[in-house]
């Protein structure tokens, strides 16, 4: 029987409505049997995708940890060809995307983020993730926001130690950034909710130091400290920051604790050196004799001007017949023979204005050699660092 | 609506009354009651039904989505890329096996479904045997898995629209019911197959019931609608693809957007030629060669994911999803593009079972994504991403091949979620379907129905179509017009002069009506000649027209009235001119044929 024949043998009419509700009560039974089945089907069948998508996951995790993100980016697809809400996979293969450098790799790791991300807003491994996206993307507004997520979120082992590294990597992030006010607002939150960890406290105060903060650097490294009065990495940084700061009476006690803790620290050891020499170099330290001060004074214009010349024979720059227009060494060096008869005077209350004089051409000796002739050393350092602090107190 | 099922109510209704009889003069009234509240009922249980049809397609698109999925790992491995051995013979193999199937068990499963669905609710009652939708679902899970460049979600639109004439059968609703039942299934199959709804409702009212009718959207979207939640139920409610961020920054470029709608347009021209030119000379080889059809196109396309583009093989949803993230450079999309129109064409014209939707979204996706790849180059300053480029594509392709302009804006905004990306779909759809329609004007679907020798109708054609208006048929308003306050013997005196036989008359307050010459003459004889026009007439007045109608709707009162009014619609009293029935005639014999063109191809039939 072909179609047409069938169509012409359909009823014209028919009284369906008279047994409506046995229809739709058999209807829904078929309805209901036929939805248990499915629905176990699509168990069962989903369950063997689940299976088929683990062995295939773990085949790229493998990869991955071997460092190899790319090779894992198959093996993650397909795992989420088979489980595709699987939230672990999406966030393994964002991560391998992150990481395979590949084009467009970042785009669509972003969308696996975004994607999980909608349903997690608050994870902090997916905001923890969004963000280190944001990092390779330099996305300093995305970045703040989803690292700040995932500080606040919600972490499913070990929420402190989580959102503290979090932390920690956004002020790395920022002070690559040069944002070092932002780090420095950052730092000021994690330095007061550290708990009594010496390598913690370490870790901030020497990102203190980075960021020049250098009187909570020292407090943070006093911090470590009283955990551990013998760390020579505090000592030594307490040093470093005094040292910058200028201040160098402190910057000698921690820098000689620092090397008798550790000996073989030379960096603290040259600070030391060069700390104590600026403190026996300094003509206007307080506690000092007259005698002493004329000496200092004496003894700084006396090392200048030999900073000078042998500048002036490295630089191939003769300083006796002046040219015109002559030289910056050349003038100097004028200036320096002007002020030499006037030392005579250094005890005459005349002639009062002379120290400051004579340490300002030290200093301006000691920065145009340090320009032309390379970084200073020994007493000449010392010498600079001393001018750099009475410019600063004249600031 | 109460004429159509009234023996049907009466006979079923009549038997069963059991309450004191009423009087013999009341009966009709008391059937027309029945026969109301019968038909109400019917109305009321065909949309419960829609329900059912919706969520038996649903539960039939679940399994027919999981039987591609099994297949598809079961015959190329559980790999995206599968082994040498298996790319090639995979899809040869099961090519076979489906030419066998579809030649000595299923006949009527080739094609995409959705012709078949059109012609079941045009052609043969609603009627769409159940075998199909069995044959169907097992040719294309098997050919869509082994690699054939097909869709699931055509086949999708037939499987529902099989299940719901079968359903309407062994109910046995009345044909009318059962022809309006094809459609509310094929909206509910492809629904949940392209787990978008509204896409599905208009896909079904644009291109298979092919006009727009209230009487059956309600049971469409009801069907669709359930569909889709079943669908949800067991899949899930994600997308089919992760959906990129897309953004318009500057309006300026819409341009880029304009150009990619003429580059789909003519890949959709070269993709709808290509199909149209060798399917009818394929089937036109002798019949021993259509059981090697397939394998051949199957090896074909086998070979081509060998040379290493496996992307093209099936439905190709994971790749459309790849080339949203940027994971194909311009080249690589540009030839998936052009690869899978080939591998398409292909297992179509083979005669393999399977739907047009996916690859054409392929296609639109890649070449999408090639084309905005190419613009960014040109002109970095643009700010469109390759995912946006590749929706916007598929929305290119979907207006310029399948030529449903509607559908394809929502079926971009249901993909996509994303309410920005409205304006480049619209005008990217609008320039492609424009350009397409100018190169190739009768859309793919209707040259394959025609093809097959059916003249089915088209909504497209429909929308061609220049309607002949009133206006465009009315003459001038008559010279004379008589005023209802006067005489009979001044109207006498008025048309003397006169040959007309009929005059219109002017009714107070408003109104027309008709004088006859020989009615006059008549009553005049009869010493009337003081009465007044208004009080002779009949009650009865003339209906009128106006100019913007339908000619059609001028027929039926041209045929019972010598002369029609046509009046302003602002202003009932002022007459703009007026319509007779030789006038309706000679307008219709004035319009040239509007049969449509029939395509030269040799005709087959499925």
């Known amino acids: 029987m072909n179609i047409a024949s069938r169509t012409m043998a359909l009823p014209p009419k028919t009284p369906i409505v008279r047994r409506t509700p046995v229809v739709l009560a058999g209807l829904t039974a078929i309805a209901v049997v036929a ?125 402190d130690a989580n959102r503290r590294s979090a932390r920690f990597e956004l002020i790395h992030f920022l002070m690559q950034q040069k944002a070092f006010a932002q780090a420095e607002s950052e730092l000021i939150s994690i330095s007061q909710s550290l708990p009594p ?59 000689t604790r620092a090397v008798e803790a550790d000996p073989n ?58 040219a015109s227009p002559a030289s910056p060494l050349q003038t100097l060096q004028s200036r320096w023979d002007a002020l030499h008869p006037r030392l005579k005077n250094l005890r005459s209350s005349l002639d009062t204005d002379l120290p400051d004089t004579i340490m300002d051409l030290v200093a301006q000796i000691e920065r145009e050699t340090t320009q032309q002739c390379g970084p200073p050393a020994g007493l000449d350092l010392a010498l600079l660092l001393v001018s750099r602090d009475r410019d600063t107190v004249d600031q | 609506m109460t004429s159509r099922s009234t023996p049907a109510s009466a006979s079923a209704v009549a038997p069963s009354a059991s309450p004191p009889r009423p009087a013999r003069g009341n009966l009709p009234r008391r059937l027309a009651r029945l026969t109301l509240h019968t038909d109400f009922e019917e109305e009321r249980f065909f949309l419960i039904l829609a329900v059912f049809i919706g969520i038996f397609s649903g539960l039939a698109v679940v399994c027919f989505r999981l039987a591609i999925d099994w297949s598809r790992v079961a015959l190329l491995g559980l790999y995206p890329h599968p082994s040498p051995l298996r790319l090639l013979a995979a899809p040869a193999l099961v090519g076979l096996l489906v030419a066998v199937l579809v030649i000595h068990v299923f006949p009527a499963v080739r094609g995409s479904g959705i012709n078949q669905t059109k012609a079941a609710l045009y052609i043969f009652n609603g009627y769409i045997p159940f075998r199909s939708a069995i044959g169907k679902f097992l040719c294309c899970a098997l050919a869509i898995g082994s690699g054939q460049s097909l869709g699931p979600e055509d ?19 009345s044909r009318e019911k059962l022809r309006l039942l094809a459609p509310v299934g094929a909206a509910a199959g492809l629904a949940a197959a392209f787990n978008a709804p509204i896409s599905a409702v208009l896909f079904v009212i644009e291109e298979v019931i092919g006009r727009w009718s209230a009487g059956i959207l309600g049971s469409v979207v009801l069907s669709a609608v359930s569909s889709v939640v079943v669908m949800r139920w067991f899949l899930g409610a994600d997308a089919i693809f992760r959906i990129p961020v897309t953004a318009l920054v500057r309006p300026a470029e819409l341009l880029a957007y304009a150009a990619l709608g003429i580059v789909g347009a003519f890949a959709a021209i070269i993709f709808a030629k290509a199909i149209c030119y060798f399917r009818p000379r394929l089937r036109a080889l002798p019949r021993w060669t259509q059981y090697l059809q397939p394998a051949i196109a199957g090896l074909l396309i086998g070979i081509i994911g060998w040379l290493g583009f496996p992307q093209v093989m099936g439905a190709g949803y994971s790749s459309m999803d790849q080339a949203m993230h940027n994971q194909f450079t311009w080249q690589v999309l540009a030839a998936l593009a052009g690869l899978k129109i080939l591998a398409t064409t292909l297992s179509f014209v083979s005669g393999t079972p399977g739907g047009m939707f996916a690859p054409t979204l392929f296609v639109g996706a890649m070449l999408g994504g090639s084309v905005g790849l190419i613009e960014q180059h040109f002109f970095p300053h643009l700010t469109g991403t390759t995912g946006t480029y590749c929706l916007v594509g598929m929305g290119v392709l979907f207006a310029a091949f399948l030529r449903a302009p509607m559908t394809s804006v929502f079926m971009v905004l249901e993909v996509s979620g994303n309410y920005q990306i409205i304006v480049p779909v619209i005008i990217a759809n609008t320039v492609a379907y424009v350009v397409a329609r100018s190169l190739q004007p009768t859309p793919i679907f209707d040259v394959l129905t025609r093809q097959d020798g059916l003249v089915l109708p088209s909504l497209e054609e429909q929308r061609e179509e220049e309607i002949l208006r009133v206006e465009d048929a009315m003459m001038p308003p008559p010279a004379l017009i008589l005023d209802a306050a006067s005489s009979l013997a001044e109207a006498h005196a008025r048309i ?23 009615d006059l003459d008549r009553m005049l004889k009869e010493g009337k000649s003081e009465l007044t026009l208004r009080s002779v007439l009949p009650l009865q007045q003339l209906p009128i027209l106006y100019p913007d109608l339908p000619l059609d709707t001028a027929v039926r009162p041209a045929n019972q009235f010598a002369i029609i009014p046509v009046v302003n619609r602002a202003n009932l009293r002022h007459l703009e001119g007026v319509i007779t029935r030789e006038n309706v005639l000679a307008s219709y014999n004035a319009e040239p044929p509007t049969t449509p063109n029939l395509d030269p191809s040799p005709s087959t039939t499925q």
């Open chain 1, 35 to 159: 939805f248990i089945l499915v629905s176990r089907l699509v168990t069962r069948y989903r369950a063997n995708e689940r299976q088929v998508a683990w062995h295939v996951f773990e085949e790229g995790q493998k990869y991955y940890r071997s460092g190899d993100p790319t090779r894992a980016l198959d093996d993650f697809r397909t795992a989420l060809v088979y489980d595709p809400d699987n939230t672990r996979y999406q966030l393994d293969l964002a991560r391998a995307l992150r990481d395979s450098g590949q084009p467009g790799s970042l785009d669509e790791a972003a969308s696996y983020l975004s994607a999980l991300w909608q349903t997690k807003p608050d994870d902090g491994v997916v905001n923890l993730a969004l963000a280190r996206l944001a990092v390779r993307r330099d996305s300093i507004p995305d970045a703040l926001r989803y690292y700040h997520n995932a500080i606040y979120g919600a972490w499913n082992s070990d929420p």
């Open chain 1, 197 to 255: 960890d010496p390598a913690l406290h370490l870790q901030v105060a020497g990102l203190y130091s980075a960021i020049a903060d250098y009187d909570r650097a020292i407090s943070a490294y006093d911090q470590v400290l009283k955990l551990d009065p013998h760390n020579a990495a505090a000592l030594a940084g307490a040093g470093n920051a005094a040292f910058q700061m200028g201040r160098y009476r402190t910057a000698q006690e921690y820098l």
């Open chain 1, 265 to 322: 620290d030379s960096q603290s050891q040259h600070s030391l050196e060069t700390a104590q020499l600026v403190l026996s170099a300094d003509p206007f330290r307080r506690r000092i004799t007259d005698a002493e001060r004329d000496r200092r004074l004496l003894a700084a214009f006396e090392t200048a001007g030999k900073r000078l010349q042998s500048c002036a024979v490295s630089s191939h720059v003769d300083l006796k017949p002046p």
């Open chain 2, 155 to 173: 086949p999708s639109l037939q499987i529902g629209a099989a299940l719901a004439s079968g359903l309407g059968r062994r109910l046995e609703l």
């Open chain 2, 496 to 518: 003397q002069s006169l040959s007309d036989t009929s005059f219109l008359v002017h009714m107070a307050p408003s109104g027309w009506n008709l004088l006859r010459r020989d």
